[in-house]
């Protein structure tokens, strides 16, 4: 087998905030509009396939259910099974604020995180995150209260998501505890952090990097283009399509393939609400996939080849 055909190392798992992670995990945005009684099938789907980072956000459910709504869901099933909160590495952010939309300043987040960890019926978050930077707070104000957050113990470790590369070690400067982790949006599809320098920091600074969208919200599963996409977007699929079935696997677990075979570390968050669906996403860790794969891949969504 020569270089380019061997298979690129997929890890299974791996170590955060001092605690085993599996690199695929779960996300909690689309839990509000389905019964709570469905909650638990979910987390235990995941739990099953090693996904114990759990994310969530204050603002989940807004829109439908209304604000808090995913927090208070997976909140009822903590406090019917409070091992639960032990079994998992808990995520949520703060800062989004409609019809604000968005307000980062010191009072603001703390109070955020304060409800966040009254719906979760828990002491504290393993990871809290300002959900998307907000213009009108100065990065001297969040850091006032992401520091303020880890010293009360309502959170274990800070992190940002939908942050520049600037924009994070301007936070930085402010912030004496490290930013231990971001969250862009990152699927096949959406390449755009592998180019800005967003992935690229989170290694420098060991960094996690959570994908959200891995799927590019199911468009890379279904085949049908997210609005508005180029129409490059089915040559995209095919490439996926010829790798899905080398492997005699599915879209998806190519797809969340692609970015667990990233050098970066990349967690993808999966967001499916079928427990089926979260089981077979297990999958991605048995594909082969090799660099001209992975290299077809992001030239087919980029629409060009590399130079
Ligand atoms: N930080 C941020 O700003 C931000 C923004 C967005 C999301 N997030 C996080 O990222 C998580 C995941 O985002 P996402 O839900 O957009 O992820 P995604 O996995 O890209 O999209 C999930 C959607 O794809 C569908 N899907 C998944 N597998 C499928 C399959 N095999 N066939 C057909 N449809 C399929 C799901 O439908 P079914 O449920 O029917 O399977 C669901 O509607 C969220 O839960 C949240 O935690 C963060």
């Not at 009684?37 to 969530?56: F, P, R």
Request: proline share 6%.
């Amino acid at each position: 087998m020569t270089p380019d055909q061997s298979p690129l190392a997929i890890d299974r798992q791996d170590t955060f905030l001092g605690r085993e992670i599996g690199r695929l995990s779960y996300g909690c945005w689309r839990l509000p509009g389905a019964p709570q009684a469905e909650v638990a099938a979910k987390i235990d789907a995941a739990l099953e396939i090693g996904a114990n980072l759990i994310d969530t956000a204050a603002v989940y459910g807004f829109g439908g259910d209304g604000f808090g709504a995913a927090e208070a869901m997976l909140g009822k099933l903590i406090a019917e099974r409070q091992s639960l909160r032990d079994d998992i590495v808990l995520v949520t952010k703060g800062g989004i604020t409609p019809p604000l939309p968005y307000n980062s300043s010191a009072e603001h987040l703390i109070a955020s995180c304060e409800a966040s960890l009254q719906r979760l019926n828990c002491d504290h978050v393993d990871l809290f995150l300002v959900h998307r930077p907000d213009n009108l707070t100065g990065h001297a104000a969040v850091a006032e209260a992401l520091g303020e957050l880890v010293r009360s113990g309502k959170a274990r470790a800070v992190g940002v998501s939908n942050y520049t590369l600037e924009q994070t070690r301007a936070l930085q400067h402010f912030l004496d505890e490290p930013i231990v982790a971001t969250q862009p949006e990152i699927s096949a599809w959406c390449t755009e952090t592998l180019f800005n320098g967003v992935l690229d920091h989170a290694q420098s600074a060991s960094m996690l990097p959570m994908a959200w969208s891995p799927l590019a919200g199911g468009s890379l599963a279904t085949g049908i283009a997210p609005g508005g996409s180029p129409d490059r977007f089915p040559d995209l699929i095919a490439v996926i399509d010829r790798i899905a079935g080398d492997n005699n696997s599915t879209r998806d677990c190519v797809a969340l393939a692609w970015l667990l075979a990233h050098p970066a570390g990349i967690v993808p968050i999966l967001g499916t609400q079928s427990p089926e669906r979260i089981r077979a996403a297990a999958g991605a860790f048995d594909i082969n996939m090799n660099r001209r794969d992975w290299y077809d891949i992001l030239e087919a969504s980029l629409g060009e080849r590399m130079p």
